[in-house]
């Protein structure tokens, strides 16, 4: 096969529109990013600023523009549609979605993750405004709201359906408990890459390393569940090439931070392509270190609570959390903190994708 046969082959492959979506969303976010930066700068009150609990060497960066999550997604957007457009067109597969339920099914995951970057957004933009930022009850009302909604339209319209989500006689039980089960998972991973992203490039780059292992389970038949999770896959991939992008601007020193808009969003994209693809029991070892920043906040604040009750006075397991704050005040440098927990990430990712193809880990849902 000479070299134009061969390429002609390779652009009907599986293989192509993974690169290609993964590519375009890489070249859309080096492309917007230096005019997003320049217009964040213009628009008032959008720069970060520091919290009482941040690190005095985290000063400095007051001022440094956030709401880069915008870029992120709206690169990652922008490349799923072109893909799609693109595949339907040059396949000749537009007859095959013709049924409107089957073209919207393609975008309910994406669509739950630009929700979500909505309401970072609004509780990034309050907080420039001085406001303060979303309450806390608010917040979690929001993304109760968009987590049932989405599954509400996944067990609505998904054909097949997750085994979790279909009712048989005799297990009546195991169909609420799913649900609430998988809204506690989007909740929970939202939440852990929001307390994750405040050190330069850790969230972004944990994120081109989710992005890469949903790629891999593309060639895994068990995690398929239908056109749903098959847009989460290609829709994570684009992600994570915006992400990748994204870094050259994020990472130390951070040109631009993503805030809430970004993290929120690719906290639920986590969450819930676990759900699609029934990989939820994969997640501590893809979104290790997301956790890891989660519970050290849960226990250092859990632990001063009942200390405070015991003596008077509370005490605290970190010297600051979430974690990585810790490190940063025992001396390490921030790369140091982000290459170690990149590093870190990626192996227990391999030790959970081995658990997941010798089938020790079970699929849920």
């Known amino acids: 096969m000479n070299f134009k046969n061969f390429i002609q082959a390779f652009i009907f492959t599986p293989y192509f529109f993974l690169f290609a979506f993964w590519a375009l969303s890489w070249v859309l976010m080096l492309a917007i990013g230096n005019p997003l930066i320049v217009w964040l700068k213009g628009l008032k009150g959008t720069k970060w600023s520091p919290r009482e609990d941040t690190p005095d060497s985290h000063l400095q960066k007051a001022g440094t523009p956030s709401m880069g999550g915008i870029g992120i997604i709206g690169a990652a957007f922008l490349s799923l549609v072109s893909c799609i457009l693109f595949f339907v067109v040059s396949l000749s597969l537009l007859a095959m979605t013709q049924r409107a339920s089957e073209i919207a099914l393609i975008f309910v995951f994406p669509l739950l993750v630009v929700l979500h970057a909505l309401l970072g957004f609004a509780d990034d933009w309050s907080k420039a405004r001085g ?40 297990d009546v039980w195991i169909w609420p408990v799913t649900i609430v089960l998988c809204v506690l998972v989007i909740i929970g991973t939202s939440n852990a890459v929001n307390l994750t992203d ?78 699609l693809t029934s990989t939820v029991f994969l997640l501590p070892f893809i979104g290790f270190i997301f956790f890891v920043e989660m519970f050290s906040v849960i226990l250092q604040v859990l632990y001063f609570k009942w200390t405070k009750r015991q003596s ?13 704050h810790h490190f940063e005040l025992g001396g390490w440098s921030e790369r140091r903190v982000v290459w170690t927990f990149w590093l870190v990430n990626l192996l227990t990712s391999i030790v959970g994708l081995a658990l997941w193809y010798l089938e020790i880990l079970p699929r849920f849902p």
């Open 131 to 170: 406001k303060g930022g979303l309450l806390a009850r608010q917040k979690l009302a929001g993304q109760v709201a968009l987590a049932i909604g989405f599954l509400a339209l996944i067990i609505a319209y998904s054909s097949p359906r997750p085994p979790g989500f279909v009712i048989h006689q005799g």
């Open 198 to 275: 405040g050190i330069d490039g850790l969230a972004a780059g944990l994120s081109v390393q989710v992005g890469l292992i949903f790629a891999i389970l593309m060639f895994d038949t068990t995690s398929m569940r239908g056109i749903t999770s098959v847009s989460a896959i290609f829709f994570w991939l684009c992600l994570g090439g915006a992400c990748l992008g994204f870094l050259s601007f994020n990472k130390y020193p951070a040109k631009v931070f993503m805030g809430d808009t970004g993290s929120l969003a690719l906290g639920a994209a986590l969450g819930a392509g676990a759900i």
């Open 312 to 324: 008077g006075e509370g005490r605290r397991i970190f010297r600051r959390a979430p974690l990585h």
